[in-house]
T-cell receptor
């Protein structure tokens, strides 16, 4: 399995609080991605990174920010969590762009916002 | 809005049969497609990827791509109960974007 660790694995928090999810990889892959998965919607891309300090938005980026200060870490932050952000969040990595190299996923973080 | 469509299922097949999973996509310029398997409560795991028209085989799995008709399929031969999972199809967004669009997945149930 690809060396991807997501933390925390589960989190329950209240509306309006900040939340940060961490993705750590040991593969030295250039690309890292954050997805959310909701019933009936499949996986939707939130943000992705193509290198240290290089990030771009996905299809559902509103309300989320990311940072990548080191190759191995990609952080997803919900500045002020809302109930609509209750979801399962997956981090993925790939050695090259998604057209050239497949993505491999972490185990996910189940986030509940009350 | 670029989309990847899959029948949600469940697709029920008997053990030993061929399971056929289908996916259509709206982005005519999309060049690369991926199939992932996801067990309940687990993360997606890559099964196959296909870039060219035609068939690509890997063990019991065959991916088929028809760019003219804009569909991708996955065939699973000699289906086993352990193949019971949700299968996600994903396509690369054309235009130089480093993004995949995922379908919502098809649930496959293989019964003994």
């Amino acid at each position: 399995d690809a060396g991807i660790t997501q933390s925390p694995r589960h989190k329950v928090t209240e509306t309006g609080t900040p939340v940060t999810l961490r993705c750590h990889q040991t593969e030295n892959h250039r690309y890292m991605y954050w997805y959310r998965q909701d019933p009936g919607h499949g996986l939707r891309l939130i943000h992705y990174s193509y290198g240290v300090k290089d990030t771009d938005k996905g299809e559902v980026s509103d309300g989320y920010s990311v940072s990548r200060s080191k190759t191995e870490d990609f952080l997803l932050t919900l500045e002020s969590a809302t109930s609509s952000q209750t979801s399962v969040y997956f981090c993925a990595i790939s050695d090259g762009g998604p057209g050239n190299q497949p993505q491999h996923f972490g185990d996910g973080t189940r986030l509940s916002i009350l | 809005q670029k989309e990847v469509e899959q029948n949600s299922g469940p697709l029920s097949v008997p053990e030993g049969a061929i399971a056929s999973l289908n996916c259509t996509y709206s982005d005519r310029g999309s060049q690369s497609f991926f199939w992932y398997r996801q067990y309940s409560g687990k993360s997606p795991e890559l099964i196959m990827f296909i870039y060219s028209n035609g068939d690509k085989e890997d063990g019991r799995f065959t991916a088929q791509l028809n760019k003219a008709s804009q569909y991708v399929s996955l065939l699973i031969r000699d289906s086993q109960p352990s193949d019971s999972a949700t299968y996600l199809c994903a396509g690369l967004v054309s235009g130089g974007y480093n993004k995949l669009i995922f379908g919502a997945g098809t649930r496959l149930a293989v019964h003994p």
